[in-house]
């Protein structure tokens, strides 16, 4: 794969099964996605443009290819299930695209999201004010990273085999959170006159954030009305991290550290409160002095030395395709009819190109029922 978190590129047709009961449609299936497709369209081993769930189609093309109907609220692709089989995507053939008409070949794994105006939705950020209404010109800290953007295993089947140790751990579908003990952008004045004092700390903050935004830190300030500071406050969070790192005060922590997590229950996500009435927060990676830790070192400092929650594991071993498909499908919530998001699946090395996420089918046609928030 050229974009291995691409939303539309171009693939091989691996195989074509037969619906029971159906005449007219059979399912495609093309690398780990699966699409119902008309009988006799498509045949294996063919070239195809896919698009998977939560592309956004531009409507001038979703009108072109007779498809807008198909798609959800704002054009976006969405899982179905029909005669008990899964559509994830929508696969289109170069003919049936006019700006692919005159394309040079297209070839496997090529990423065409940019080629076709395609894009993946991202829910709207929501802007919170300073609880003092002051408004301030926001410096980002770029020594807050962003977490990495693991793909979809559909995206890149393969990447697991069973001689690989891996972590899977449960997806929990909240909104993503980041809390560090980072360097700052730029050192005040009073800054650098506490730093000229012997103040060896003077150079980190604390910083709040969730995936794409910071919510709050030392240098700019916080606000009080957010449920990224809400955690942090409930779990001392603050605290914890500076208290670790002057623990390790002779180590070197480069950049800083950062604690990545998810933020769940009550009001998080519509149908997803997992059956609690407040917030809570599981920690699921940490990324040191540039460096993400692997599974077993992130573990370890999430939960027994911040004393913070850890997502909860449910394989540590080798993969294999029956114990990833066993807490894949038909799991649900205790206690409740609301299935799981899905789970990730981590080489115990923690190493960036082997992690990704796999998602519950029954979760996104759920999603689809209820106008739950998307998948990320």
Known sequence: ?????????????????????ADNIEQAI????????????HSVNELVVVAT????????????????????????????????????????????IPALRKYPTISEGEDLMAFLGIFKY?????????????KIKWRDNQNFHIYYKFP?????PGMFNENDTVEITR?????????????????????????????????????????????????????DTNVWYDIEKKYDIKKKLWDYVKLWADVNIGDGIIVYGEIYGAGIQKGYDYGIKDIKF???????????????????????????????????????QEVQDKFTFNNFIPNTKVPEEGIVIKHFT???????????????????????????
């Open 30 to 41: 093309v690398g780990g996605w699966a699409c119902i497709v008309k009988k006799g369209v």
């Open 152 to 156: 979809n295993l559909k995206n890149v």
């Open 282 to 320: 599981a920690g699921f990676d940490v990324k040191e002095n540039g460096e993400y830790l692997d599974v077993i070192n992130a573990k370890l400092l999430i939960k027994d030395v911040l004393q913070l929650p850890y997502v909860d594991i449910l394989h540590y071993g080798n993969w294999s």
């Open 171 to 223: 997806k929990i579908h909240g909104t993503n959170a980041r809390y560090g003990i980072v360097k700052k952008a730029k050192l005040s004045l009073l800054d650098r006159l506490k730093k000229l004092f012997g103040n060896k700390w003077i150079d980190y903050e604390f910083v709040v954030g969730s995936h794409n935004t910071e919510k709050g830190s030392d240098s700019n300030g916080f606000y």
């Open 122 to 134: 991202e829910p709207p950020v929501k802007q919170i004010q300073l609880a003092s209404g002051r």
């Open 53 to 96: 769930t939560d592309a956004v189609i531009p409507q001038d093309l979703s009108d072109k290819l007779g498809v807008t109907n198909y798609l959800r609220n704002g054009g976006r692709v969405r899982t179905v299930k029909l005669r008990g089989v899964y559509s994830e995507c929508l696969i289109m053939s170069k003919n049936s």
């Open 1 to 21: 794969m050229e974009n291995n978190n691409s939303v539309c590129f171009v693939a091989k047709i691996n195989e074509i099964k037969p619906i029971e009961g």
């Open 350 to 376: 923690g190493e960036r190109q082997m992690i990704a996420k796999v998602i519950n089918p029954d979760y996104l046609i759920f999603a689809e029922k209820h106008n739950v928030e998307d998948s990320h």
